[in-house]
């Protein structure tokens, strides 16, 4: 009995060990420009108004054949924010919206993710943006992995939140058609 309790204890310890180094690092690459994370918010309920913030630096763990253990963490610099206007952005970056000179930083941590599909899932995590920090749901979709012309292997995925201005301290009245903003994000990650 005691011998058949060991080798199922070091069966399921080997297959522990199996499925956790099947999970992979990356580094999502803002070097080679092939991530972003863009915006979009109504303005004033006639058009949209699309931005990105320029600068951000961040890191995933992902294994395709265990989507759940995944985890990622984003932080993006909110002074690069860019809207393509320049006197629009230094109001953005005012003490109005992000006020970036008190809150330099926006971050996302992930604790938890939910397959809800081949290829896609809900990533739940804790956003701090404006020195506010709440939990918000990415859907994530899986785009794709394999070896790069370089050496390296990548994996990629995009996704998409909204996000309600109030709910993070940003107070300035832009009519209701303007109080959610969208955030739509494309990483590709070079394994480490």
Do not use: C
């Not at 005691?2 to 080997?14: E, I, P, W, Y």
């Not at 109005?96 to 397959?115: G, H, R």
């Not at 992995?145 to 390296?152: H, L």
Request: aromatic share 10%; proline share 3%.
């Amino acid at each position: 009995m005691l011998k058949r309790t060991l080798v199922a204890l070091a069966l399921g310890s080997a297959l522990f060990s199996a499925t956790q180094a099947m999970a992979a690092d990356y580094v999502i690459d803002k070097e080679g420009q092939h991530a972003f994370v863009n915006f979009k918010i109504s303005h004033l309920g006639y058009s949209w108004l699309y931005g990105s913030f320029k600068d951000f630096d961040g890191s995933f763990s992902f294994d395709a054949s265990q989507p759940e253990a995944s985890k990622v963490k984003v932080s993006l610099n909110t002074a690069s924010l860019d809207s393509n206007h320049a006197e629009r952005d230094k109001h953005l970056r005012s003490a109005d919206f992000l006020n970036v000179s008190k809150y330099p930083t926006a971050s996302f941590e992930s604790t938890a993710v939910k397959s809800t599909g081949t290829g896609t899932a809900d990533i739940t995590g804790n956003l701090t943006l404006n020195g506010v920090t709440k939990p918000v749901v990415i859907a994530a979709k899986f785009i794709g992995e394999g070896k790069d012309p370089w050496g390296g292997y990548r994996a990629g995925f995009e996704g998409s939140t909204s996000l309600h201005l109030k709910d993070f301290d940003i107070q300035k009245d832009l009519g209701p058609a303007s109080q959610d903003v969208q955030l739509i994000i494309s990483v590709e990650g070079v394994r480490q």
